[in-house]
């Protein structure tokens, strides 16, 4: 049985928390770290690598079910930052890890032979 999509593992809760160094909201670092859902779960948030992030105890209270971004605002804290990172960690946490048996494939530069006078490659407009 394949597990919930609400089930955010300890692994992956340390990878979380290893990626935003401190709390996600407000940056402390010398503080425990609670997890806090982005999206609360009492508006369909889900326990899971891209819906959870780690937030100092002053930040998740205050913040409780309050929608992020107005949160945010009100606080005055950086909420492009915050998006930004948020969008880049979930991405890359959501990746599985390399397979080291698996050989990557190759990149290779454009022959500038094949740039036409308005700087495209071809074949890519």
């Keep these: 049985m394949l597990a919930a999509d609400n089930d955010l593992t300890p692994v992956q809760w ?3 928390r290893s990626a935003w160094g401190g709390c996600a909201y407000c940056g402390a670092t010398d503080t425990p770290l609670q997890r806090d859902c982005v ?3 009492s508006v369909g948030g889900r326990y ?3 819906n959870v992030v780690p937030a100092c105890r002053s930040c998740n209270t205050s913040k409780c079910n309050s929608e992020v971004t107005m949160w945010m605002r009100r606080k005055k804290l950086d909420e492009r ?3 930004e990172r948020l969008s880049v960690i979930a991405r890359t946490l959501a990746d599985p890890a390399p397979d080291p048996t698996v050989a ?3 990149i290779t530069e454009p022959d500038v032979s094949d ?5 495209c490659v071809s074949g890519t407009t």
């Design 14 to 16: 340390e990878r979380v």
């Design 39 to 41: 999206q609360p779960i």
């Design 48 to 50: 899971t690598v891209g």
């Design 81 to 83: 930052l915050f998006l």
């Design 104 to 106: 990557e494939p190759a």
């Design 115 to 119: 740039i036409d006078t308005e700087g």
